[in-house]
């Protein structure tokens, strides 16, 4: 196999390990709750500004969305702060090298947000302006929805990366860290939650005391926000539902055991408990829009935790084996390092050889530094001496620029190391040994 086994920085976490972890999955689940709130926000917006094009009040709710989009965006960002410099710091050679080898993508982020933020300003504050303009309005929250819809899946990209240390060798850029089998399913199971989690934000912000739906709306109940909320949850979960099957039955199996697939069912299983009390609320009465509230609110704060844990006992048991190994390499490269410190190398005189005449000393020259890797007559590490000789034999001064700066001639062979520190006189006496060679 070729997994690479970096060495890691020998320095010591600036926090607990289990403190650094917890804030991890904290921080990523507030930040995570935004971030959804942010995405479904935007797209729920854009459905009801479109089904608004024929019904009045669907604009108006559209543009009550959107006035929370901007505020969950801050948020999201804000939280974003803490779980990013965790992962860092906990993972920082797989975060690191899943960063690197999805390099543009990744750095693609940081442009794409900005333009996506910008947008969804421009969609809030331009509701009135471009009133007999509609078609230009919504377009400005379709592209605002499309790129939020792509920058996660960058993040998962690359979160789902860093997770494989051995797919590193054959992944190049994030299209093929895409192909890696979960990333879709998991990708379709976070829209899901998107839309579920801002179902139920829609049902509690149109119940709010302060909040004046009848001054707001001419023919929209609070009852009939909090029903459209509800109906918006139970997509979101049947979707989050589906994928998070599918997630359960593609996860690579390193990271899986017993006690992940535990938390995973009971995680599911209060999904489908929330689906439940939405629909008992949807088929019964007004009056008894309220009556499941608390539930459903309580069984999806319960599988965000569950979700949280999840991810982590997933992250660390598909990572463990590598980390041992990237121990063991970095406590033999420090032992190594401490043999090599305490027993300094002496530089050893030339061993010259007088009986081969005046090509003695390019001889011995070509001994200490070039023998590791020439033959006289067969490929080692570079190409035979003979080789060099049919190449230089008339170019002795392009023999000796090539040493002092070798290029990169041979798709199948390494590239070989400069040899600046030879002088001009060492050069010469090199040369005209390897041009002596028949
Ligand atoms: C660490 C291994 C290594 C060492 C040490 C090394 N070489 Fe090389 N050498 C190579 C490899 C690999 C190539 C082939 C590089 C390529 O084609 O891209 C090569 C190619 C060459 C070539 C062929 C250049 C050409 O134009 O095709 C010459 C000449 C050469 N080495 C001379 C030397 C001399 C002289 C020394 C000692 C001063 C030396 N090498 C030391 C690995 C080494």
């Keep these: 196999m070729n997994t690479p086994i970096p060495k890691d920085i020998p320095l010591s976490l600036p926090l607990p390990e289990w403190l650094l972890v917890t804030l991890l999955v904290v921080s990523f689940l507030l930040h995570i709750v935004f971030i959804q709130l942010m995405v479904g926000g935007s797209i729920v917006t854009l459905w009801a500004q479109i089904k608004g094009l024929k019904n009045k009040e669907y604009d108006t709710f ?106 590193w060798g054959t992944i190049q850029g994030f299209l093929s860290a895409m192909t890696l089998p979960n990333v879709f399913p998991r990708y379709f199971e976070f829209l899901g939650a ?85 629909y008992k609320t949807l088929i019964n009465t007004d009056e008894y829009i309220n009556l499941h509230f608390k539930k459903i609110i309580f069984s999806m704060l319960a599988f965000l935790i569950l979700y949280g844990g999840s991810r982590q006992l997933y992250r660390h048991h598909s990572l463990e084996k590598h980390q041992s190994l990237v121990a063991a390499n970095t406590k033999e490269f420090q032992r190594l390092s401490k043999e090599a410190r305490e027993n300094p190398v002496v530089e050893s005189e030339l061993e010259i050889d007088p009986s081969l005449g005046e090509v003695a000393k390019g001889a011995a020259i070509f001994q200490a530094n070039c023998a590791g890797c020439h033959k006289q007559n067969e490929k080692l590490v570079g190409p035979p001496m003979t080789e060099m000789v049919s190449i230089y034999e008339k170019n002795e001064q392009g023999l000796r620029d090539w040493v002092r700066k070798p290029g990169k001639k041979r798709a199948d062979y390494p590239q070989m190391p400069a040899f600046s520190q030879l002088s001009d006189d060492d050069l010469k006496e090199l040369s005209k040994y390897i041009l002596s060679i028949k």
């Design 194 to 278: 998107c839309i579920a989690v801002t179902g139920i934000f829609i049902v509690w912000y149109n119940g709010r005391k302060s909040y004046a739906v009848s001054t707001i709306y001419s023919v929209f109940k609070v009852v009939d926000l909090k029903r459209l909320g509800y109906r918006i949850t139970i997509l979101g979960l049947g979707l989050q539902l589906f994928f998070g099957i599918i997630v359960l039955f593609t996860l690579p199996s390193k990271g899986i055991s017993f006690e992940l697939i535990g938390i995973m069912v009971v995680a599911g299983g209060l999904l489908a408990l929330a689906l439940w009390f939405c």
């Design 62 to 167: 559209a543009h009550e969305i959107a006035k929370t989009i901007t505020v969950n965006k801050s948020m999201a960002v804000v939280l974003g702060i803490a779980p990013l410099l965790s992962i860092n710091t906990l993972y920082t050679i797989y975060f690191y090298s899943a960063n690197a080898l999805t390099g543009f993508a990744w750095i693609m982020i940081i442009p794409l947000v900005i333009v996506a933020f910008l947008l969804t300003y421009l969609h809030k504050y331009s509701w009135k302006a471009l009133e007999n303009n509609k078609m230009v309005h919504v377009s400005i929250m379709a592209l605002a929805v499309l790129i939020f819809l792509f920058i996660p899946l960058i993040f998962l990209a690359n979160v789902n990366l860093m997770m494989f240390p051995e797919k």
